[in-house]
Every structure is written in C-alpha cells, then in structure tokens.
C-alpha cells in the first residue's frame, strides 16, 4: 500500500512563501510522476504542477513564475516551493503519484490572507 503524506500548508499573508513537502513510502522513482494538484472550495481539483521519473516538469499557467516542483530522491519527497501566493491561491493541495495506479495523499490546506 502506498503512502503519500503532505505536510508544510498554512497560514500566509499574500505575497508570501510556503513549500509543500509529500513524503512517498516507497522509491519515487517507482513513480512515472509524481506532482501536486489543488481543489478551491466548489471547483474541481486542478494539476498545479509535477515531475516526471526522468525529472522533466511542467507547470499550470496560473503558478508558472511562482511555484517549483522538485524532488530528494533520497528522501523519497517531493516538494513545491510557492512563492508570491495569492488569495486566489487558496485551496486543499493534494500530492499525487502515477505508476498505472493513481494514488493521493491526504491534502494539505493553504490559506493566503492578510
């Protein structure tokens, strides 16, 4: 059973910096992507951005600029570094992985507020 944990959402006033980390239970490489997606209260859940197994990374138009996806493979996490958050930032942020299987963490909240 794989595990997805997140950890690092919170509190932030706009124009702000929180990093997101996703701690896999098992190689991240065993993952043909990894990436973080969010869902704002009465939307859909959207992909923010994610990595590749081969490390190539794509990004939503609406973070490029501000947000970086990145990976320790030693640690087996991912993270996202958000940097110049906006209130329309805000949202549940969900780690995600795909090996032909989709698997979710449990999402971690994000706030943007003054």
């Known amino acids: 059973q794989v595990q997805l944990v997140e950890s690092g959402g919170g509190l932030v006033q706009p124009g702000g910096s929180l990093r997101l980390s996703c701690a896999a239970s098992?190689?991240?490489?065993?993952?043909?992507?990894m990436g973080w997606y969010r869902q704002a209260p009465g939307k859909e859940r959207d992909l923010v951005a994610r990595?590749?197994?081969?490390?190539?990374?794509m990004y939503a138009d609406s973070v490029k600029g501000r947000f970086t996806i990145s990976r320790d493979t030693e640690k087996n996490t991912v993270y996202l570094q958000m940097n110049s958050l906006k209130p329309e930032d805000v949202a549940i942020y969900y780690c995600?992985?795909?090996?032909?299987?989709?698997?979710w963490g449990q999402g971690t909240q994000v706030t943007v507020s003054s």
């Open positions: 098992r190689s991240i490489f065993s993952f043909n992507r």
């Open positions: 990595i590749s197994n081969g490390g190539s990374t």
């Open positions: 995600h992985a795909y090996s032909g299987i989709d698997y």
